[in-house]
């Protein structure tokens, strides 16, 4: 049975993987391919940024980081496991995503920047995107899929030798979907080379928010931005100043030698993530979007998912 999925970021290209292996016929077409999608640019570190319901985005992040756990045993897929930070301003109870994650601890208190009244801890893959979305183009090709750049405006566009279309559109679901809830989140970060003391912080809540530095084999990802209805893609200069000064704080051993690359994309919002079956010109339009900055954190599980509600159309 042929299906196709619409979009080749992160959410696409897991979809359309695990389809492959559940011996279904599978395409993706999309108006951007890697390395110039929004996940390509994405400081893809596993963590439950902006996602909702949180319940079900459990399930789908325990799921995905069984499948990190197993990919870290494979070469070349760039994903590592490490040991995140992440500062409070507060004393705050632990977070609800706490027992997904492996060796949580608190930060001793004397241990604290002096900005921070709390902090902890975790265990997670981190995902070198460079390295991790050809791997996974790789993968799909490798099991016989077929990848094609074009844009679908419409779902009746898809050829009808398609009976399952998936939707991974991204900041693209909105138009194709015609989804009033959906909004763009704007990001941005800076590419740096330097030295550091080699771990991975977070301030989401404190006054450096939204501040993390994530490094990775050849240079350091400092961030970031989110800013809610802001559908331009185009870097700011004074952004890249703030998120510098930001990083230096956070990581006060930080030294950046020089500048590689400034990047800036759209996360794809909405109150909840859409993951759910619907039939539509007489076809199963299976609809998977709407992870905010969480599409690494979720992939796999909702990937899983997409199959089981293929199977149960099927069945039904």
Request: a negative charge; glycine letters at 8%; one cysteine or more.
């Amino acid at each position: 049975m042929k299906a196709t999925v619409i979009g080749c970021g992160i959410s696409g290209l897991c979809s359309g993987i695990r389809l492959l292996e559940a011996d279904f016929d599978v395409q993706i077409i999309a108006k951007e391919l890697p390395p110039n999608t929004t996940s390509d640019v994405a400081a893809a570190i596993w963590y439950p940024y902006r996602c909702y319901p949180e319940e079900k985005a459990l399930h789908w992040g325990k799921q995905t980081l069984e499948t990190c756990y197993e990919l870290t045993k494979a070469p070349d897929t760039g994903v590592s496991i490490v040991q995140f930070t992440e500062y409070l301003p507060e004393p705050s109870p632990d977070p609800w995503w706490k027992n997904a994650v492996k060796q949580f601890r608190r930060v001793k208190p004397e241990n604290l920047p002096e900005i921070y009244r709390d902090g902890y801890f975790f265990e997670v893959p981190f995902i070198d995107s460079r390295l991790h979305m050809p791997w996974l183009m790789e993968r799909f090709k490798n099991l016989g899929g077929t990848i094609r750049k074009a844009e679908a405006e419409d779902f009746e566009e898809i050829g009808s030798e398609s009976e399952i279309i998936v939707n991974c559109a991204g900041i693209g679901a909105d138009k194709l979907a015609n989804d009033k809830t959906f909004y763009p989140v704007k990001g941005q970060s800076v590419w740096v080379e330097g030295k550091y003391n080699g771990a991975y912080y977070l301030d989401q809540h404190g006054k450096l928010s939204l501040c993390y530095v994530l490094p990775r084999s050849q240079d350091i990802v400092l961030g970031g931005t989110a800013v809610e209805h802001d559908a331009t893609v185009d870097p700011e200069e004074e952004i890249t100043d703030q998120i510098i000064q930001k990083a230096r704080q956070l990581d006060p051993s930080l030294h950046i030698d020089k500048i590689k690359h400034v990047a800036a994309g759209l996360r794809p919002a909405r109150p909840e993530v859409r993951l759910e079956a619907e039939q539509k010109h007489g076809r199963t339009i299976i609809h998977n979007y709407g992870h905010g900055g969480a599409g690494y954190t979720l992939c796999w599980g909702c990937a899983d998912e997409v199959v089981e509600l293929v199977k149960k159309t099927l069945i039904e």
